[in-house]
């Protein structure tokens, strides 16, 4: 156990919906990172935020957005939804903002786009 | 820009038998880190190892060692004695000193035959 929490595990949902992904990080975590999981682009960084604040981007697209709240948990809103956005997200926590530190991740929420 | 490979996309290998996963990476900077995660079939991703670009001590950990060649740009896997339960996807990955940009590989899916 990670001690990272993602919620819901899988969501079901059509086109042009909106969803929103949970992540509640390790206790004393302060950094947050999603990534998304898929078969044709493999892991990619989508974003991070430490400590409230946005600190770096990956290929996150203009339809999805995150934000940390102030107990630190983060939500991944993704809009717009299309049938590419099938994916498994998962969400990370580290201490701190530096990349020496290891990240621990969730065990990811599954979404289909019906 | 950071870039890893894994060019092994797939390797089986039989109980017992030693195996190196390689990974090979390129980047601009002089100050990064150098990860390796699990993802076994039941989904999560599992921290391995981080190493700094500053240190080219080699580690072992029970039956996973990881060689890291800056020289080379490589930073291979080898788990000796393989075990069933080793069968999972490795993910290589490169992370900049500051801004969290993590780049993974592609992965490499190990089978371990009984």
């Known amino acids: 156990d990670s001690g990272v929490t993602q919620t819901p595990k899988h969501l079901i949902t059509a086109t042009g919906q909106r969803v929103t992904l949970r992540c509640s990080p390790r206790s004393g975590d302060l950094s947050v990172y999603w990534y998304q999981q898929s078969l044709d682009q493999g892991l990619q960084f989508l974003i991070q935020y430490y400590n409230g604040e946005e600190r770096a981007k990956g290929n996150i697209l203009e339809r999805f957005s995150a934000q940390q709240f102030p107990d630190l948990h983060s939500e991944l809103n993704l809009s717009s939804l299309e049938l590419g956005d099938s994916a498994l997200y998962f969400c990370?926590?580290?201490?701190?903002?530096?990349?020496?530190?290891?990240?621990?991740f969730g065990d990811g929420t599954r979404l289909s786009i019906l | 820009a950071q870039k890893v490979t894994q060019a092994q996309t797939e390797i089986s290998v039989v109980e017992k038998e030693d195996v190196t996963l390689d990974c090979v990476y390129e980047t601009r900077d002089t100050t990064y880190y150098l990860f390796w995660y699990k993802q076994p079939p039941s989904g999560e991703l599992v921290f391995l190892i981080r190493?700094?670009?500053?240190?080219?001590q080699n580690e072992i950990s029970g039956r996973y060692s990881w060689n890291f060649q800056k020289s080379t740009s490589s930073f291979n896997f080898t788990i000796t004695a393989s075990q069933v339960v080793d069968s999972a996807v490795y993910f290589c990955?490169?992370?900049?000193?500051?801004?969290?940009?993590?780049?993974f590989g592609p992965g490499t899916r190990l089978s371990v035959l009984p």
């Open positions: 190493r700094n670009s500053f240190d080219e």
């Open positions: 990370a926590s580290s201490l701190g903002d530096d990349s020496n530190q290891p990240q621990h």
């Open positions: 990955a490169l992370s900049e000193a500051r801004g969290q940009n993590f780049v």
